[in-house]
């Protein structure tokens, strides 16, 4: 049985942090278009990426990769799958998007798409960027920022570079969403820190 990292706190002293059974399927929240991002300390910003959304359940070395309408995707990201059992926990829900990236460092959904169909799949990552469920304990009512710590600590433990975490930024929302729009990114999304 893996132990977690050193850097993670026993989850039953997490703010919000609930004991419960892993759950097969859990629906993700979906993203809403409004015409200019929102400003405060209380946002974070992440990059938009151009990929396929994709829940990942471990269970004690089981894997599988749910697509945001139910779908069991697993077959088609093996290594991936080889990586997220790689990581310190025992059970996880995690949410993140399967990507490929260009030689900028974009992600592109041209490629993404090619790649669907064929047998060549080492250029997948899997770009996370919430933990949902770890070890025992639904974290969906602790604070965002604190399962975005947890979630970095837990890809940084693995070691994978298959497996990226995403990174942040906190305040200004229109600075942000203006330098991904420099550097040709489809956008940014902003979520309550709390």
């Given at each position: 049985?893996?132990?977690?990292?050193?850097?993670?706190?026993?989850?039953?002293?997490?703010?919000?942090?609930?004991?419960?059974?892993?759950?097969?399927?859990?629906?993700?929240?979906?993203?809403?278009?409004?015409?200019?991002?929102?400003?405060?300390?209380?946002?974070?910003?992440?990059?938009?990426?151009?990929g396929y959304r994709m829940l990942c359940r471990l269970d004690d070395g089981r894997v599988q990769f749910w697509s945001r309408n139910a779908?069991?995707?697993?077959?088609?990201?093996?290594?991936?799958?080889?990586?997220?059992?790689?990581?310190?926990?025992?059970?996880?829900?995690?949410?993140?998007?399967?990507?490929?990236?260009?030689?900028?460092?974009?992600?592109?959904?041209?490629?993404?798409?090619?790649?669907?169909?064929?047998?060549?799949?080492?250029?997948?990552?899997?770009?996370?960027?919430?933990?949902?469920?770890?070890?025992?304990?639904?974290?969906?009512?602790?604070?965002?920022?604190?399962r975005k710590n947890l979630l970095e600590n837990l890809c940084r433990a693995s070691g994978q570079r298959l497996?990226?975490?995403?990174?942040?930024?906190?305040?200004?929302?229109?600075?942000?969403?203006?330098?991904?729009?420099?550097?040709?990114?489809?956008?940014?999304?902003?979520?309550?820190?709390?």
């Amino acid at each position: 049985m893996k132990k977690p990292p050193s850097k993670i706190p026993p989850l039953n002293t997490l703010p919000g942090a609930r004991k419960a059974k892993l759950a097969q399927f859990i629906e993700p929240q979906l993203a809403t278009l409004v015409k200019e991002p929102p400003s405060g300390g209380q946002w974070l910003h992440e990059l938009k990426f151009d990929g396929y959304r994709m829940l990942c359940r471990l269970d004690d070395g089981r894997v599988q990769f749910w697509s945001r309408n139910a779908r069991d995707w697993t077959e088609k990201f093996p290594r991936i799958v080889e990586a997220i059992k790689l990581l310190p926990a025992r059970s996880a829900f995690i949410d993140g998007e399967i990507v490929i990236v260009d030689a900028q460092g974009r992600s592109s959904f041209q490629k993404l798409q090619r790649s669907m169909g064929k047998s060549a799949t080492s250029s997948f990552i899997y770009a996370v960027f919430d933990l949902i469920y770890l070890d025992g304990f639904d974290l969906r009512h602790t604070p965002l920022k604190l399962r975005k710590n947890l979630l970095e600590n837990l890809c940084r433990a693995s070691g994978q570079r298959l497996l990226r975490y995403s990174e942040h930024f906190e305040g200004n929302g229109d600075a942000f969403f203006r330098h991904a729009c420099e550097y040709g990114i489809e956008g940014i999304l902003s979520k309550l820190a709390d």
